[in-house]
């Protein structure tokens, strides 16, 4: 048997082992099993992956970070961002062997490539949370300037009330990386004003419960090109099944 699984805490629900039950179901592949693995202390990590029949794991808050001490390699999009939410684990003499991914920038830059036009040169983010980090690789990597905007002070970064009709005319992506909007709290987004986003905006969410956020909802109607965070996790779902099998 081969396993897989997520690892976080706490996991009361998980699109990925919905995902790959389903995928191993279609596709009858009786031999792997996706579960998973509440874990609260990342020190308890050790002990998971002695199970020799392990092969892979996701990683979700809040280990992103802590998982790193555990890892032998690490792909250069980890290590540039900081967090890894992938881990192929191989066996060599009995050792497990353990290289990190970051499959986050690899999903948001596949989901968000084609949306993009040649004036989307300047991007707002707004939030400054792990998430954060692979948005912030990717636009990079892309070249595209960016400003992060946050509810509190803090070094680098600018206030809600900064972003004015002006800064708007000049930043023409707009990404939400705040739980804003999530389900159950439906009516909440960022407070920007809404009645400067033109149809030169793209706004994207990497929220995608619900799949038409506030966020999304009110961009919309300004004439913004919208994008939820949908796409992108199946974007990472198969990125990791295709790390897992190379």
């Given amino acids: 048997m081969k396993k897989f699984g997520l690892i976080g805490y ?29 874990i609260e202390n990342i020190s308890s990590f050790p002990e998971l992956i002695a199970d020799e029949e392990i092969c892979g794991i996701n990683v979700t808050i809040p280990h992103k970070v802590g998982v790193m001490a555990y890892i032998n390699q690490l792909d250069e999009a980890a290590a540039e961002i900081g967090a890894v939410n ?28 084609p949306f993009l036009k040649e004036h989307h040169t300047k ?14 690789y990717v ?25 004015n009709e002006k800064m708007l005319q000049e930043y ?10 999530m389900s ?14 033109t149809n030169k905006h793209l706004s994207y969410d990497l929220v995608y419960n619900p799949e038409l956020t506030k966020f999304l909802e009110r961009s919309a109607a300004s004439g913004a090109a919208i ?10 779902a198969e990125r990791s099944w295709y790390i897992w099998n190379s």
């Fill in 10 to 38: 706490p996991l009361s629900h998980s699109f990925s082992k919905k995902y790959f039950t389903e995928k191993f179901a279609q596709a009858q592949i009786a031999d792997c099993e996706y579960e998973l693995y509440p």
């Fill in 123 to 136: 991007a707002l983010i707004f939030g400054d949370g792990g998430a954060a980090k692979a948005i912030k």
């Fill in 172 to 181: 023409t992506v707009l990404i939400n990386t705040t739980p804003l909007g």
């Fill in 184 to 197: 159950p709290n439906v009516e909440s987004c960022p407070q920007i004003p809404y009645e400067f986003i």
């Fill in 227 to 236: 994008k939820n965070g949908l796409e992108m996790l199946y974007l990472q």
């Fill in 86 to 113: 992938c881990i192929d684990i191989r066996r060599e003499n009995g050792v497990a062997v353990l290289k990190g991914y970051n499959t986050d920038a690899y999903g948001f830059e596949t989901s968000l490539f």
């Fill in 139 to 163: 636009l990079h990597k892309l070249g595209i300037t960016f400003l992060v905007v946050t509810r509190k002070p803090a070094e680098g970064t600018i206030l809600y009330e900064d972003v």
